[in-house]
């Protein structure tokens, strides 16, 4: 088992830094505080983390979460638009389509189910020099450890995770060829629960899986399965 607070953290700061701007200028991403002589009055802070262990008798897996703080100082008076607009980029950059994240897992991990779990503003604080406005977005995701010391490659060809009805080559069967030979579980996000290999589903000889749940058919009804490698 390793610790993966610093990934999951290092893979939010790799998306974020650098691609968040407001009126031209870069809005800094930072881990907990602002550098020292930074004087950046909107900046995005990594904060609060927060995780459960669900591991099995074959992987090392966790629930975890993690706090983005959009705060927005200033002089004059200030409403929510400017924290609006950084968290309309986040949420683009993060979420970009339904069922799809922008993150990279790091080596070691695979980062899935990413989702929105709360959305706040906090209390408009005013003080003697400037005012305060924070908005504050706790995302949650599960974390499975691949032991492997490579990062899980962010575009493989013809292969999207979660994998969607619309990537079924039958009613019941996917096929990825880069799939082949690789040990995975399958979650299946509409239930929600993890399927049972050998009973729910198993694997396809050409690479993929074969889904043997009563009624299932890819062709009929929408699925989001999504595809974590042992």
Not at 43 to 50: A, D, I, R, T, W
Not at 162 to 183: C, H, I, M, Q, R
Not at 199 to 207: K, M, S
Request: some cysteine.
């Amino acid at each position: 088992m390793i610790d993966v607070k610093q990934p999951v953290r290092k893979s939010y700061y790799d998306l974020l830094n650098g691609a968040i701007t407001f009126a031209g200028d870069p809005v800094p991403v930072v881990d907990d505080v602002k550098k020292l002589g930074d004087s950046s009055t909107l900046y995005v802070l990594l904060s609060n983390q927060s995780g459960a262990d669900s591991s099995t008798f074959q992987t090392f897996d966790s629930d975890e979460t993690i706090v983005l703080d959009i705060v927005f100082k200033s002089g004059a008076r200030v409403n929510k638009e400017t924290v609006d607009n950084i968290a309309g980029q986040i949420f683009s950059l993060l979420l970009p389509t339904p069922g799809v994240t922008g993150l990279t897992s790091p080596p070691g991990t695979q980062i899935n189910c990413v989702r929105l779990k709360d959305d706040r503003y906090l209390t408009l604080t005013l003080n003697s020099s400037n005012s305060v406005v924070r908005r504050l977005l706790t995302l949650s995701m599960h974390v499975r450890q691949t032991q492997s010391p490579a990062a899980i490659p962010p575009n493989i060809q013809n292969f999207r995770n979660p994998v969607t009805s619309a990537d079924f080559a039958t009613e019941t069967g996917y096929v990825n060829t880069w799939l082949k030979g690789k040990t995975f579980s399958l979650f299946l996000n509409d239930v929600p629960k993890f399927l049972n290999a050998g009973v729910d589903w198993d694997y396809n000889p050409a690479g993929g899986f074969n889904i043997f749940i009563p009624n299932f058919n890819a062709t009929l009804n929408n699925y989001t399965i999504y595809v974590l490698l042992i």
